[in-house]
């Protein structure tokens, strides 16, 4: 799968997890800066809870000039694609990366009676993207004074 920019998005493997890792926690560092909150998970994974997410989901990685510049995962459970860790390298945001990646992630689920996902309350162009490509709101939850999860579902097949 091509954009304007040559990009192009498959299954991740396992010696590009380091890499992915690093660029989770670059994407990440403004979720955290909006929220002013570094204590959030993604910043602080590990290779081996990365590997293991890798070995149960799918892991997909979109690529420019052989560098890894986004990535989404995904896992099927009971008819349901659990979407999770949408990124996109800083200087590649806005340019139609993180939709190819959802559409790709959704076709790899194809059978899936569901895709559900979350974001922040305050993460406004993430919200606007899975809006734009069919997600819709159907649950909060409050981590704190300061962070609201907005849950999103579609539905699948």
Not at 25 to 35: F, L, P, S, T
Not at 55 to 77: E, M, P, W, Y
Not at 98 to 119: N, R, V, W
């Amino acid at each position: 799968m091509e954009t304007e920019i040559s990009v192009k998005i498959e299954h991740s493997k396992g010696n590009d997890l380091n890499e992915i890792l690093n660029l989770q926690k670059e994407a990440y560092r403004q979720e955290a800066e909006i929220y002013n909150d570094f204590n959030i998970q993604p910043l602080h994974q590990t290779i081996d809870s990365l590997i293991t997410e890798w070995k149960d989901g799918v892991v997909l990685k979109a690529t420019s000039n052989g560098i890894i510049v986004g990535s989404v995962r995904g896992q099927l459970t009971d008819g349901v694609c659990k979407i999770g860790k949408l990124i996109v390298k800083p200087d590649f945001q806005n340019k139609g990366i993180g939709k190819l990646l959802m559409k790709e992630i959704e076709e790899k689920f194809s059978q899936a009676d569901f895709f559900e996902l979350f974001t922040g309350h305050k993460s406004d162009k993430n919200l606007a993207l899975y809006k734009k490509i069919g997600y819709k709101e159907f649950r909060r939850e409050t981590i704190s004074d300061s962070l609201h999860l907005v849950f999103l579902r579609k539905a699948g097949k």
